[in-house]
């Protein structure tokens, strides 16, 4: 077994019957870490204790005890969800000497499955981007071409798995930010129907859009990470308390007879040559193995992008309000504290804490919510975006999975889209949609472009069908053009 | 009530804080002598990530102190952020309800002066309190123990007119609250706060005045005083030609007036969204009709049976209802008695003049009411005398021993026996008679009363003062 390609399944397997130890995995990956984190900027914290953690699962496994599914598994975890005594800045200089007295619930349960947390991957800050640049540490590179970004706002995620520093990664997607970098960095990356993962922990950019997901090497090793994380909490009251499904073992690369749609209104062209063709190829392949294509109507997707940024800078305003300097993260420094005046004092540290881009989004959002515009905007996204679930709900009646890309082109250079924040935004045109209705979404790579970057397809299926979009994913996957290739970084 | 030609309109908003064991949306104990911060997780401290969960008693709270005030329960009602910026407000929101509270369009009924007034409750809806800031020096310190502590906050319409009305609602809500047990009731702790909103109008205008809020006035007496005040402060203004500002004043009860805190001018928009951490608060009607079932019997309610059924008058029965825990006490001794009225006497009089002496609460009585009860049937029954009572009500506070020991332990059976109670009344007469001889020959007229006193002190209080005066007559004939 060559230890960086293997499955989850395949270490746990080997951990367990002790064909290798949970320290030697843990061993393996941490050199990979250091020769290859300082190319890429991936990790922004290490796990001191990783080796401990490690020789710990050993020794429950000698003495017999049932360790989890994921035995000495080395993950990453994005910065976004909070691990005890591990700093979690949610790439942002505001949290910079946080460290949190607790796990995130997606946390807490990948250690029960025996997970070894090796440290915190970098992001977009607060979630806020496409592309791993507005993250305190720096940009993130994209490990198939470093002058490329990686995607945003898990880019550190998807690179650290692209990369094979780590076995598995968890990042979270509030519009896109799990599909979109899994897309540019080809791995698989999947965003569960709202309510399926547990939000406590997770540090909240937009609360009724966030959601925890897998960023991984493989459909099954997603399938496997799902079954870790997911289910009903009681910290959470939007979790579902519909059981957890056991999708990896369930996983069938036979889609004949199934019926997939493909969203008419996204048929208006403006894609990238090589998406184009991606997306082409991925009909053809279907259809070649057995599955229907069939034409849906989702016309409200046209407003999905709007929408999303009403609903998602409105409740990013409030949810980022807690970070005033006062409890915990970063103050600005006053020299005579007595003569400040509170307006001042959140004022400073606020402007100095956040960066552009959360900035705008939190003025964005006040302006949203505030009064004289609640209707126009907050409330008026509220309805656009029922409209926008009962149309997929109705097209889910027609068709067991939606087939789409996942963005408009591969990965862009570093630096090229900076300056311009609403084409930036309008890369979230074919993900955002998902988030907004709460259904499950995944992107599986599928095609190469010219210049040799990975693109990836998109997988919708109806709330809470996880397993038909991962079936489909699994046929896709199992004839990629990206398989067995790897970035040039390794 | 109109004043120099003026009509005062007063509202009231009570923030009532509910006695559950966590708080609002966490498992933090809500104890209120915990040291600072001491009852603080990070859920409390609005640490990144941490969500809030519903606490379930505390809806129960809510929903029965909404049925008591007549409410219609919302079967849907939603949690909204409002936001804006505090120290001591952890999350930079707070969570409260605010276009679809759970409670809505109540009356309470209750006593001024005599008199059945009636208000309408607009909503009550719940909330979490914020925390606390403490002052000093150069510095501000925070104490988290009351951020998240539920609150649910009742609100009137204008339907009050005078001081002594608001204070009187007051003292209902506070009744009532405290029948259901959902909130202790303590203003000084800050269990209860009120804020009043007064305004003034020319009696028969169709307007409302300007209205002024005066907030956080901590007794019901503050609360009459301060509206008083505020009455006054306003016509003056206005006699004098001015405008009233919409502002938020507070009572400085050692000056004896209201300050101004803030103007209204620059009231801060609150941006309320409703809360996606929480799915709106369904309710079933199973539930509602649950709790309604459970409900005690209210203090107006109980304070009429006690006038129908066991024959109180009014006045005993509007004071033994003044809390739940008077008025059980009260229907278990007169349980035992089967004796309304002389259970009402003993209990309003000798125990609680005794309680207030002790300062001590009802539940803490050294006397049981059982105890109580079995006392008053020794009265009725003959076994002693009422003023023999008063020795045994005394011993029963002191020990906390059953009249029965008492009596016996002591010898203090009544003398029901004629020819004892003769025998004894010869030996008074003996003693005496140079006074029998002024009473039989009418030399000196109120004598009577003396050989009565007389006979009783000699008998230690045990003779039947009844058979004493039956007996005394037909001696001194």
Known sequence: ?490 | MSSRGYEPVIGIEIHVQLSTKSKMFCADPTTFDAGDNENVSPISAGMPGTLPVVNKKAIEYAIKTGLALGCEIRKKSVFARKNYFYPDLPKGYQISQYDQPICESGTITFKVDGVDKTVSITRAHLEEDAGKSNHSGDYTLINLNRAGIPLLEIVTGPDMRTPAEAAEYGRAVRQIVRYLDVCDGNLEEGSMRCDCNVSVRKVGAPQFGTKVEIKNVNSFRFVEKAIEYEIERQIDALERGEKIVQETRLWDPDKNRTVSMRAKEDAQDYRYFPDPDLLPLIVTEAMVEGFRKELPELPIARAKRFQAEQGLPEYDALVLTTEKALADFYEETAKESKNFKASSNWVMTELLRELNNANKDITDSPIKPKQLGRMVALIDNGTISGKIAKTVFQEMWQSGKDPEVIVKEKGLVQITDPAAIAKIIDEVLAANAQNVEDHKSGKKKNLFGFFVGAVMKASKGQANPELVNQILLEKLK
């Open chain 1, 1 to 490: 077994m060559e230890l960086t390609f293997a499955s989850l399944s395949e270490i746990s397997d080997a951990v367990k019957s002790k064909k290798v130890s949970a320290k030697e995995v843990t061993a393996h990956f941490q050199s990979r870490i250091q020769a290859l984190n300082p190319k890429l900027n991936a990790f922004t914290s290490l796990n001191q204790d990783a080796l401990k953690d490690a020789e710990a699962i050993d020794a429950r496994i000698a003495k017999g005890e049932n360790v989890g599914a994921l035995a000495g598994v080395p993950f990453g975890i994005k910065e976004m969800l909070c691990t005890k005594g591990l700093t979690t800045t949610a790439g942002s200089k505001m949290l910079s000497n946080f460290v949190p007295p607790y796990d995130a619930t997606v946390v807490a349960r990948l250690k029960q499955a025996g997970v070894v947390v090796m440290g915190k991957l970098n992001q977009d800050e607060f979630a806020m981007g496409s592309s791993n640049e507005t993250s305190f540490h720096g940009n993130v590179k994209n490990p198939w071409d470093l002058e490329r970004v990686p995607g945003g706002s898990s880019g550190g995620s998807a690179a650290a798995q692209s990369a094979r520093l780590v076995a598995g990664t968890i990042g979270t997607d509030t519009g896109g930010s799990i599909r979109q970098p899994a897309s540019f960095c080809g791995i698989v990356g999947v965003k569960p129907t709202y309510g399926r993962v547990s939000r406590y922990g997770i540090i909240a950019f937009a609360s009724s859009l966030d959601q925890a997901g897998p960023m991984v090497s493989s459909v099954q090793d997603a399938a496997l990470t799902m079954e870790a994380i997911c289910g009903h909490d009681p910290m959470d009251s939007t979790t579902s308390q519909k059981a957890v499904p056991q999708w990896s073992k369930n996983i069938s690369t036979n889609i004949k007879g199934m019926k997939i749609g493909v969203i008419k209104e996204y048929m208006k062209g403006g894609l990238d040559a090589d998406v184009q063709k991606t997306f082409d190829d991925s009909l053809e392949t279907l259809k070649k193995m057995g599955a229907e294509i069939v034409e849906v109507s989702v016309s409200m997707t046209e407003f999905a992008v709007p929408i999303y940024y009403l609903v998602a800078t409105s409740e990013a305003s409030s949810n980022l309000a807690r970070y005033d300097g006062v409890r915990f993260g970063y103050r600005s420094e006053f020299k005579n504290l007595s003569s400040i005046d509170l307006e001042d004092f959140y004022g400073k540290t606020r402007g100095e804490g956040f960066g552009n881009e959360v900035k705008r989004r939190i003025m964005l959002g006040t302006y949203c919510l505030s009064s004289g515009y609640y209707d126009a905007f907050y409330n008026k996204a509220g309805q656009v975006r029922r409209l926008l679930t009962n149309q997929y709900l109705a097209a889910f009646k027609q068709c067991d999975a939606i087939v789409s890309p996942v963005t408009t082109s591969p990965a862009f250079k570093i630096g090229e889209l900076v300056n311009d924040p609403l084409t930036m935004y309008l890369n979230d045109i074919f993900t955002t949609s998902t988030n907004l209705a709460g259904l499950p979404g995944m992107s599986v790579p599928f095609g190469m472009s010219k210049a040799g970057l990975p693109i990836g397809i998109q997988l919708t299926a109806s709330h809470f069908e996880e397993q038909k979009m991962l079936n489909v994913a699994a046929a896709l996957e199992s004839v990629s053009p990206v398989k067995g290739k790897n970035p040039h970084v390794i």
